[in-house]
């Protein structure tokens, strides 16, 4: 149970990881139809996705780094 715990905190921190990528432009799509709609979505929610991502990323943070302190101690 405990490793399913940690798996779940590592997918939340990678959400905000694409999250954050995204909001500041650096995911991209080879489609072009599909990268315009991304660009138009990101033009206009960069900034709480922007805030978003760091957030989670920040708090998963803590939660694994605790997580992974409570196995070796």
Avoid: C, P
């Avoid at 405990?2 to 990678?14: G, P, Q």
């Amino acid at each position: 149970m405990e490793f399913a715990t940690l798996a779940y905190e590592l997918f939340l921190f990678a959400i905000g990881l694409y999250m954050y990528l995204f909001a500041i432009g650096k995911v991209s799509s080879k489609d072009t139809a599909v990268q315009k709609k991304a660009n138009d979505f990101r033009a206009k929610n960069k900034g709480w996705m922007r805030l978003l991502g760091l957030a989670l990323m920040a708090i998963m943070t803590v939660h694994i780094v605790l997580h992974l302190m409570q196995w070796g101690g």
